[in-house]
């Protein structure tokens, strides 16, 4: 391309959070480096199978991804949806980090992603809600209801709340819960990690706590 | 409900970090972006190569060196092409800037342009006659027919990566993919610059950037949403 040398290039690419450091990430001995070089170190370290590193890396993370959820306007009881479900997509997406590059940045973009698909979410929710206070408004006292319907309703609303979870942690629901199966199992039969399935399993059966403790 | 969910488990991120680095696997980096592009661009260059082999080169340069335009749009054409393939691999790596989709701009408005001007010569380019309506469809057929299997190339090689802005990228594959098989038409377009066919292939290129923003897009979302 004329016209576009690679200092051009860099300019168009560089994009840093205000919370990152200026300096380009650039891997090289992790001890004397800036937060924002260590961390870049340790996710080519990480790339490379580097366990410890990559640890280090995450757990570092965790800060960053929750302050550009905050700045995307995450509430406070989603940030750690909004942590847990960007830490996954490093996990499924880390080769396509670029140690040349700034880590924080490639960072930051995922959470940012992560952040407005948990904002759409807790959107959907809401909209949810409202249309369940009208049912609950329309809908015979409890009392009335004889106990055998009573728990058939009861397994309806469950039921009804397990459809209404994301794909990944009904899939872990039906999977691990109802039919029972080991962890492996299920891994083999969704073709998700072991990992994957018990994050999306408990995040599960705390929303549907919520769900059908809270609704009571 | 918002108590209940508020309540997080202080170590439910340390065990989800320890799991994930239980299955930590050593991974092969993404190449960047430039060199995605030339393994791309290798493939239409080969195509390009087998339409030389059969048309040859000098019908396109005695109708570039009697009407320059068509040159300028052909030129335009290509580069088109390389700086949409580009933003595209570009686009597919997180952290890279969205400023990346106006690199097609320039080239793009000097295919336009060159085009553009060349229905207003008033001579015919050497060798070439004024498509009639079904000729120009077959420019039509070209540019959708060779535009299909180089988007499909491209959205499999984007897949590898994480197009977090799925339908911009896809607008990216759509526009290269259809520069691309515009500038391979110009190896064997024996049809001067006019209105009518100009048209058929602003809607050809149109349709491609249309279907891929689309599917596409969609392909791509799929697999930049899919957390887990």
Redesign the interface.
């Known amino acids: ?1 004329p016209g ?1 040398t690679a200092p051009g290039v860099m300019v ?4 840093f959070p205000s919370w990152a450091s200026i300096d380009p990430a650039v891997p090289a001995d992790p001890a004397s480096e800036t937060p924002e070089r260590r961390r870049a170190a340790w996710m080519a370290a ?4 580097d ?1 410890r590193a ?2 280090r890396v ?2 570092d993370s ?1 800060a960053l991804i929750r302050a550009v959820a905050r700045r995307q306007g995450v509430g ?5 949806d909004v ?3 960007t ?3 490093i ?9 040349a ?2 880590y924080d ?6 959470a940012g ?2 952040a407005i ?1 948990g904002l759409r979410r807790s959107g959907r929710q809401a909209r949810r809600e409202v249309g369940d206070e009208v049912a609950v408004a329309l809908h015979p006292d409890e009392h009335d209801a004889s106990a055998e319907s009573e728990r058939t309703q009861q397994a309806r609303r469950l039921r009804a709340a397990i459809d209404e979870l994301p794909p ?1 942690q009904r899939e872990a629901v039906e999977q691990l819960g109802l039919k029972e199966l080991s962890l492996e199992e299920a891994a083999a039969r969704t073709g ?5 399935l ?3 399993l ?1 995040r599960a059966l ?2 549907l ?3 059908i ?3 009571d | 409900m918002e108590t209940t969910r508020a309540m997080a488990d202080p170590h439910a991120h340390d065990r989800l970090i320890a799991t994930l680095g239980a299955e930590l696997a050593p991974v092969r980096r993404l190449r960047p972006p430039w060199l995605r592009t030339l393994g791309w661009l290798a493939v239409v260059a080969i195509i390009a190569v087998a339409l030389f082999a059969r048309y040859g080169v000098a019908p396109m340069l005695a109708r570039w060196a009697g009407a320059p335009d068509l040159g300028w749009a052909g030129l335009g054409a290509a580069l088109t092409a390389i700086a949409a393939a580009w933003a595209a691999f570009a686009l597919a790596v997180p952290g890279r800037r969205t400023a990346w989709a106006w690199l097609p701009l320039a080239p793009a408005l000097l295919w336009i342009g060159a085009s553009g001007l060349g229905c207003l010569r008033g001579w015919i380019a050497p060798a070439t006659h004024v498509a009639s309506a079904p000729e120009a469809g077959d420019c039509l057929f070209f540019i959708i027919g060779f535009s299909v299997p180089l988007s499909v190339l491209l959205i499999a090689l984007l897949r590898r990566a994480c197009p977090l802005r799925p339908v911009l990228t896809a607008v990216m594959v759509g526009l290269a993919s259809a520069a691309a098989s515009a500038s391979l038409l110009e190896i064997c377009h024996a049809f001067d610059a006019a209105a009518t066919d100009l048209a058929m292939h602003a809607l050809a290129v149109g349709a491609v950037v249309a279907a891929n923003a689309a599917l596409g897009g969609r392909l791509l979302s799929r697999e930049a949403g899919r957390a887990t």
Not at chain 1, 76 to 80: F, G, N, P, R, V
Not at chain 1, 105 to 110: D, E, I, P
Request: glycine share 8%; aromatic share 4%.
């Open positions: 391309m576009l168009l690419d560089e994009r990480a790339q490379a199978g366990r990559y640890e995450l757990a965790v406070h009881d989603q940030l750690d942590v847990q479900e830490l996954l997509t996990h499924r997406v880390r080769h396509t980090y670029d140690p590059r700034s940045a490639w960072l930051a973009a995922l992603r992560r698909d990944g998700r990690s072991t990992g994957a018990k994050v999306n408990h705390k929303a706590r919520g769900r403790h809270g609704d």
